[in-house]
Nanobody, 115 residues
């Protein structure tokens, strides 16, 4: 079993910054691929950012240059640094861990950007 606990969501004004964190525990391989996805009301869940085992990253087009994903010293914790936030970034943000052909999901954390 894999457990993912997210933290750091909240309300921020346009142009502001937030940092999300996700701590993974349970049956986890070393340095698993992890990422962040988001889902806004009435829209499909979309990729925000992913980080792979040896540090490679990829980002959704709408967040490139504004968001940064990083793996913390504990290795099974990833953070998402979000800068220059826009109202269209408002969504529930989900942490994901991918290993052995399976995807595991956190419960989600709300990010709301006011205009």
């Amino acid at each position: 079993q894999v457990q993912l606990v997210e933290s750091g969501g909240g309300l921020v004004q346009t142009g502001g910054s937030l940092r999300l964190s996700c701590a993974a525990s349970g049956s986890i391989f070393s340095r698993p691929a992890m990422g962040w996805y988001r889902q806004a009301p009435g829209k499909q869940r979309e990729l925000v950012a992913r980080i792979f085992r040896f540090g490679a990253t990829n980002y959704g087009d709408s967040v490139k240059g504004r968001f940064t994903i990083s793996r913390e010293e504990a290795q099974n914790t990833v953070s998402l640094h979000m800068n220059n936030l826009k109202p269209e970034d408002t969504a529930v943000y989900y942490c994901a861990l991918m290993q052995n052909g399976q995807d595991f999901w956190g419960q989600g954390t709300q990010v709301t950007v006011s205009s």
